[in-house]
T-cell receptor, first 115, second 115 residues
Framework: DAGVIQSPRHEVTEMGQEVTLRCKPI?????LFWYRQTMMRGLELLIYFNNNVPIDDSGMPEDRFSAKMPNASFSTLKIQPSEPRDSAVYFC?????????????FGQGTRLTVV | AQKITQTQPGMFVQEKEAVTLDCTYD???????LFWYKQPSSGEMIFLIYQGSYDEQNATEGRYSLNFQKARKSANLVISASQLGDSAMYFC????????????FGQGTRLTINP
């Protein structure tokens, strides 16, 4: 199994530009999560999907952030417009069940730098 | 609200020694899960071990074991016979009572294994 695949691995963009991060979950997993990691705030859950449906987006920082999951094998996290404080590592993770207490498998992350 | 506390920002251990990484948690939920993840310098998040709140025995996975003390609300990770490759950030996490795997992470402990 290829694991969770994220692209790009690194992204540098100018403030005000739109940024799209992509994720391919592990085949057969029906839960997908977007996390953000910063030095100041650590790892934070932004949003998660179950069977392609957004279940909880309470962690999305503001309206500039949006996430979609058009099918079971693809999800995007979009930031428009981007700001320097959005600089972070963004992780996508997937899990094989919506039940609690099943580990999530993480992608390698996308390191976003907004200048 | 759930909270994970990792009080050791950094630890230095000699190779082949055992090491204990501390984790305490706070929750009012009766059913929950506790997880440990490893994040090497390459950045990916690697699942290590899981403990359910109703599990009577401490979880073990190879050189990893979880010292679960429910009354004290602690879930310490024990690594036996440490290796140079164990040098990494280690995160303790808890599953949320709001369903699925909304993981709440601690701030992490940076473990350095000295030869």
């Amino acid at each position: 199994d290829a694991g969770v695949i994220q692209s790009p691995r690194h992204e540098v963009t100018e403030m005000g530009q739109e940024v799209t991060l992509r994720c391919k979950p592990i085949s057969g997993h029906n839960s997908l999560f977007w996390y953000r990691q910063t030095m100041m705030r650590g790892l934070e859950l932004l949003i998660y999907f179950n069977n392609n449906v957004p279940i909880d987006d309470s962690g999305m920082p503001e309206d500039r952030f949006s996430a979609k999951m058009p099918n079971a094998s693809f999800s995007t996290l979009k930031i428009q417009p981007s700001e320097p404080r959005d600089s972070a590592v963004y992780f996508c993770a997937s899990s094989p069940t919506s039940k609690r207490n099943t580990e999530a498998f993480f992608g390698q992350g996308t390191r976003l730098t907004v200048v | 609200a759930q909270k994970i506390t990792q009080t050791q920002p950094g630890m230095f251990v000699q190779e082949k020694e055992a090491v204990t990484l501390d984790c305490t948690y706070d929750t009012s939920d009766q059913s929950y899960g506790l997880f440990w993840y490893k994040q090497p310098s390459s950045g990916e998040m690697i699942f290590l071990i899981y403990q359910g709140s109703y599990d009577e025995q401490n979880a073990t996975e190879g050189r990893y074991s979880l010292n679960f003390q429910k009354a004290r609300k602690s879930a310490n990770l024990v690594i036996s016979a440490s290796q140079l490759g164990d040098s990494a950030m280690y995160f303790c996490a808890m599953s949320s009572p709001q369903g699925a795997q909304k993981l709440v992470f601690g701030q992490g402990t940076r473990l350095t294994i000295n030869p």
